[in-house]
């Protein structure tokens, strides 16, 4: 049995002192608020402590790009092209390395699960690996080298556009049909800490007669289905130009909106789509950060939370890797859009980024501390000037706190973080500077 001694520990519904969490291996087996004489052996964790946290959309080889495709004017689709030359210089051994070191600063950033949404698969000319699944299985054991867990979310993508070939580095993504997609992802070797996922890149990648077969995949193997949905208008516009209805209804139309379907972005929604995914209890994944990054708009988040739509959060391109910055950002970018302020509370937003995430990739007995849970656990030391003075609180967490301030990680009764350092990667910031350097050109 491992133990651990809260100052302060936040269980869902309130903040509570002094509670002693026990483990038996990998799931936590008691967690009692108001322990006044704690086991002389329980770990001590000063400050507040949180479930670990869930990135819900990632990207990982997208981290290569900060600090280079920021300042231009452009668009998403000119920032697109500087993405698709990191694309092409890939290959399994510099992603692995690259994604651990990217897998390690969201550990320091509390984040204990990824959903890494996977489109490179192949060589640069579309050639399959020796291993087909070689850079997925890479990506797999990133996590596990950074200590955290994944799903991989494999994407199927097919087309360059509606009715438009792949062409270029996207010759890496395509399967050549969804059934060969599929028998591929049948063959992708998991772990204890690795689940597999489906992913429909975008009704841009994927045709409508193909649609169903990803899902199809999804449905059987009862994994989620992931899916980028109405990230820009052009999207919207092509697929009405091309099938005369919303990126939604035609998911709808092809069978591929169920209780396990998570829409990334939904960011340009009419208010049948918004009442159509709320109706069939569909998942959102809000990235605020790139979001606004790429001026793509500001997704209807509180009107997708009163239809009845779970949501969660993720750093998608990594702009930065802070899931308190994604809550808050959902937070403040509906007071902007609206002049209204307090749309969620500080434990909803919360929510999104631990329980929301969790259900989205399909680990459901993550991200609450109750037993019977993963024992996961972040602790946010108050420290530093962003915190001083702040009482230990989910307001604090949300509206103050950055990753930064994560002092200590555990990920299924295993210390991986420890006062701020990454106990299995070490040298996070220098392993990052080498690798980036590899594919970034």
Request: a negative charge; hydrophobic letters at 45%.
């Given at each position: 049995?491992?133990?651990?001694?809260?100052?302060?520990?936040?269980?869902?519904?309130?903040?509570?002192?002094?509670?002693?969490?026990?483990?038996?291996?990998?799931?936590?087996?008691?967690?009692?608020?108001?322990?006044?004489?704690?086991?002389?052996?329980?770990?001590?964790?000063?400050?507040?402590?949180?479930?670990?946290?869930?990135?819900?959309?990632?990207?990982?080889?997208?981290?290569?790009?900060?600090?280079?495709?920021?300042?231009?004017?452009?668009?998403?689709?000119?920032?697109?092209?500087?993405?698709?030359?990191?694309?092409?210089?890939?290959?399994?051994?510099?992603?692995?390395?690259?994604?651990?070191?990217?897998?390690?600063?969201?550990?320091?950033?509390?984040?204990?699960?990824?959903?890494?949404?996977?489109?490179?698969?192949?060589?640069?000319?579309?050639?399959?690996?020796?291993?087909?699944?070689?850079?997925?299985?890479?990506?797999?054991?990133?996590?596990?080298?950074?200590?955290?867990?994944?799903?991989?979310?494999?994407?199927?993508?097919?087309?360059?556009?509606?009715?438009?070939?792949?062409?270029?580095?996207?010759?890496?993504?395509?399967?050549?049909?969804?059934?060969?997609?599929?028998?591929?992802?049948?063959?992708?070797?998991?772990?204890?800490?690795?689940?597999?996922?489906?992913?429909?890149?975008?009704?841009?990648?994927?045709?409508?007669?193909?649609?169903?077969?990803?899902?199809?995949?999804?449905?059987?193997?009862?994994?989620?289905?992931?899916?980028?949905?109405?990230?820009?208008?052009?999207?919207?516009?092509?697929?009405?130009?091309?099938?005369?209805?919303?990126?939604?209804?035609?998911?709808?139309?092809?069978?591929?909106?169920?209780?396990?379907?998570?829409?990334?972005?939904?960011?340009?929604?009419?208010?049948?789509?918004?009442?159509?995914?709320?109706?069939?209890?569909?998942?959102?994944?809000?990235?605020?950060?790139?979001?606004?990054?790429?001026?793509?708009?500001?997704?209807?988040?509180?009107?997708?939370?009163?239809?009845?739509?779970?949501?969660?959060?993720?750093?998608?391109?990594?702009?930065?890797?802070?899931?308190?910055?994604?809550?808050?950002?959902?937070?403040?970018?509906?007071?902007?859009?609206?002049?209204?302020?307090?749309?969620?509370?500080?434990?909803?937003?919360?929510?999104?980024?631990?329980?929301?995430?969790?259900?989205?990739?399909g680990w459901p007995q993550a991200g609450r501390l109750e037993p019977g849970a993963y024992a996961d656990l972040v602790t946010l030391g108050f420290g530093s000037v962003r915190l001083a003075g702040a009482?230990?609180?989910?307001?604090?967490?949300?509206?103050?706190?950055?990753?930064?301030?994560?002092?200590?990680?555990?990920?299924?009764?295993?210390?991986?973080?420890?006062?701020?350092?990454?106990?299995?990667?070490?040298?996070?910031?220098?392993?990052?500077?080498?690798?980036?350097?590899?594919?970034?050109?």
């Amino acid at each position: 049995m491992t133990s651990w001694h809260a100052e302060h520990a936040w269980l869902g519904d309130e903040v509570a002192a002094d509670v002693l969490l026990e483990a038996d291996g990998p799931r936590f087996a008691s967690v009692t608020p108001g322990v006044g004489r704690p086991p002389p052996d329980a770990v001590r964790l000063p400050g507040l402590t949180l479930p670990g946290l869930a990135n819900a959309h990632s990207h990982a080889f997208h981290r290569a790009l900060r600090g280079r495709t920021h300042a231009a004017r452009g668009t998403f689709w000119t920032w697109r092209e500087r993405m698709y030359a990191v694309a092409e210089r890939l290959d399994p051994a510099s992603y692995r390395a690259l994604a651990t070191a990217v897998y390690a600063e969201m550990a320091l950033a509390g984040i204990t699960c990824v959903g890494e949404f996977h489109y490179v698969h192949h060589q640069p000319d579309g050639t399959p690996y020796e291993e087909p699944n070689a850079l997925g299985e890479a990506l797999i054991a990133a996590a596990s080298d950074a200590g955290i867990r994944i799903t991989l979310l494999d994407a199927c993508y097919l087309t360059g556009g509606i009715g438009r070939p792949l062409e270029g580095v996207q010759l890496r993504f395509g399967d050549g049909t969804a059934a060969s997609w599929a028998r591929r992802v049948d063959a992708l070797r998991t772990g204890g800490h690795a689940r597999a996922g489906a992913a429909i890149h975008s009704v841009r990648a994927v045709p409508r007669d193909r649609l169903g077969t990803v899902a199809g995949w999804a449905w059987r193997n009862r994994t989620p289905l992931h899916v980028h949905l109405s990230e820009q208008p052009a999207e919207n516009e092509e697929c009405r130009a091309a099938y005369g209805t919303s990126p939604t209804r035609l998911l709808l139309g092809a069978g591929a909106l169920g209780p396990r379907t998570v829409a990334v972005h939904a960011t340009h929604l009419d208010a049948a789509d918004i009442a159509l995914l709320g109706a069939l209890g569909i998942g959102v994944c809000m990235c605020p950060t790139t979001e606004r990054d790429l001026a793509d708009g500001i997704g209807p988040a509180r009107e997708l939370a009163a239809a009845g739509v779970e949501l969660s959060l993720g750093s998608d391109q990594h702009a930065m890797i802070d899931l308190f910055e994604e809550a808050r950002a959902m937070e403040l970018d509906e007071r902007l859009r609206t002049g209204v302020r307090g749309h969620w509370s500080a434990g909803a937003l919360l929510a999104a980024a631990t329980t929301g995430g969790h259900a989205a990739l399909g680990w459901p007995q993550a991200g609450r501390l109750e037993p019977g849970a993963y024992a996961d656990l972040v602790t946010l030391g108050f420290g530093s000037v962003r915190l001083a003075g702040a009482p230990p609180g989910a307001e604090a967490a949300v509206f103050a706190a950055a990753a930064a301030d994560v002092r200590s990680v555990v990920v299924s009764g295993r210390q991986i973080v420890q006062d701020g350092r990454h106990l299995l990667v070490g040298d996070v910031p220098a392993a990052l500077r080498d690798t980036i350097a590899e594919v970034a050109g």
